[in-house]
């Protein structure tokens, strides 16, 4: 082929790709995982799809144990005189429903050190072992005040000689504010223990649910940096890196189950267990109506919602879902009654998507409002209830169950009912970047 024809249309095709996140960014959306982008795949199937929604990068913790990262012990992080810690973290509950654990090298009997922890009050915790078995404590005298969900820098600090123990908070680490006032323990060393560092969980409990940006721990107060994982740095999906301290420090993220830590967003859909994972390809995502699917951690997501989905019905099953909420048909596309109908959470009952063909399916879900379209053909209408979703989950039902054959290559969720125009809008941008129908 000509040269330059060949220019022109890859050139088209980056515009129209252009033109189609404008207009979908300008619509907010709450959780968007883009073709072929943010993925992480192994052997032809995929264990995480990003949220190109999301800017904000991160360690994302599901709160489960044997989730967190961790560094091994080294001369470095032994400190046993004045410390300095600090983290940046969005926590899901800032009082949550048990202790939860920001950074301890605290966790294995006659070997603990240091600890600073979030309590269910919201208070911080600070603790130091003197020998590696005992522990003493100071918590803050308010709580940390922060809104959950919302993004912070927590310090704390400890004086060995006086047991002087201080917390703060920042909304950009650098400009802090004191939590309460300055808190006096029994003074001393702290403990020259040999157990690893972890964040983000205890060695098997308090994990945290939410994401940690970043954690610096000096050696003196203002002193010097031993230790400074920059989570927010790390290639999405990343299993290790190194710390940008002197001590250059391996970090390793430690991962259990479906939903298992990782370098990413807070919204992306993710699938630990290998053979739960959908096949992957050249931008396209296979579940096989069997027992594959991914899912994201639950976040507040009430109607209306808009649910956008790329790909197509591979076979057609009665009951099967290609996607829901994380609570049960609240924003499920599933196939009702009929070849080749699908509807939204039952209704709205649509015969314009043909099996193995593919299509762009736009879904509202608003209670007796709710519509579904494919194609920028005509929508149908229907009450699909007024539950919220809490998340979103691709290729079954919540639960997981009724498990979709679906070739699924882009999603978006829009956190409100979008006009005619604007889904009209989307499909077009999106069929011209993708050349769907």
Not at 110 to 122: E, R
Not at 199 to 221: C, D, E, H, L, W
Not at 258 to 264: D, N, S
Request: aromatic residues 8%.
């Amino acid at each position: 082929m000509n040269p330059r024809v060949l220019y022109r249309a890859a050139t088209y095709a980056a515009d129209a790709r252009s033109t189609a996140d404008s207009v979908i960014s300008a619509l907010t959306p709450a959780a968007w995982y883009r073709n072929a982008t943010d993925v992480v795949s192994s052997g032809g199937f995929a264990s995480i799809w990003a949220d190109y929604a999301d800017s904000n990068k991160g360690l994302v913790l599901p709160g489960v144990a044997g989730n967190y990262a961790s560094a091994p012990d080294s001369a470095a992080i032994s400190i046993t005189g004045d410390i300095e810690i600090q983290i940046k973290v969005r926590l899901s509950d800032y009082t949550p429903g048990s202790n939860t654990a920001l950074v301890t090298k605290h966790e294995t009997a006659g070997q603990k050190s240091f600890n600073l922890w979030i309590a269910t009050t919201g208070v911080l915790v600070f603790a130091y072992s003197p020998d590696g078995t005992a522990t003493i404590s100071a918590s803050a005298s308010a709580a940390t005040g922060v809104t959950d969900g919302d993004i912070t820098w927590f310090k704390t600090t400890f004086v060995s000689a006086t047991g002087k123990v201080n917390f703060y908070k920042s909304t950009d680490g650098s400009a802090w504010s004191a939590i309460g006032v300055e808190q006096t323990i029994a003074s001393g060393s702290i403990f020259n223990g040999t157990d690893i560092l972890r964040i983000g969980s205890g060695a098997a409990n308090f994990p945290i649910n939410g994401t940690v940006y970043r954690t610096v721990i000096k050696s003196g107060i203002d002193g010097t940096t031993v230790f400074d994982a920059d989570f927010s740095a790390q290639a999405i999906g990343a299993g290790s890196f190194t710390e940008s301290s002197s001590n250059a420090a391996t970090v390793t993220i430690n991962t259990s189950g479906a939903l298992p830590a990782h370098i990413g967003k807070a919204r992306d859909l993710l699938q630990g267990t290998g053979t739960n994972q959908p096949a992957y390809s050249a931008g396209v995502f296979t579940f096989d109506g069997v027992d594959n699917y991914m899912t994201a951690l639950t976040w507040a997501q009430a109607q209306p919602i808009t649910l956008v989905l790329v790909g197509k019905q591979v076979t057609w099953t009665i009951t099967d879902r290609l996607c829901d909420g994380t609570t049960a048909d609240t924003a499920s596309i599933n196939q009702l009654t009929g070849t080749p109908t699908v509807g939204a959470n039952s209704a709205a009952s649509n015969t314009d998507w043909a099996v193995n063909t593919r299509g762009i399916v736009c879904a509202v879900f608003n209670g007796a409002s709710s519509s579904l379209r494919v194609n920028n053909n005509a929508k149908t209408t229907g009450n699909a209830g007024a539950v919220a979703s809490g998340g979103f989950i691709l290729g079954a039902r919540a639960g997981p169950g009724q498990y979709g054959n679906l070739a699924a290559e882009e999603v978006i969720m829009f956190p409100s009912a979008l006009s005619d125009a604007n889904q009209s809008a989307v499909i077009t941008t999106l069929n011209n970047a993708l050349t769907v129908f």
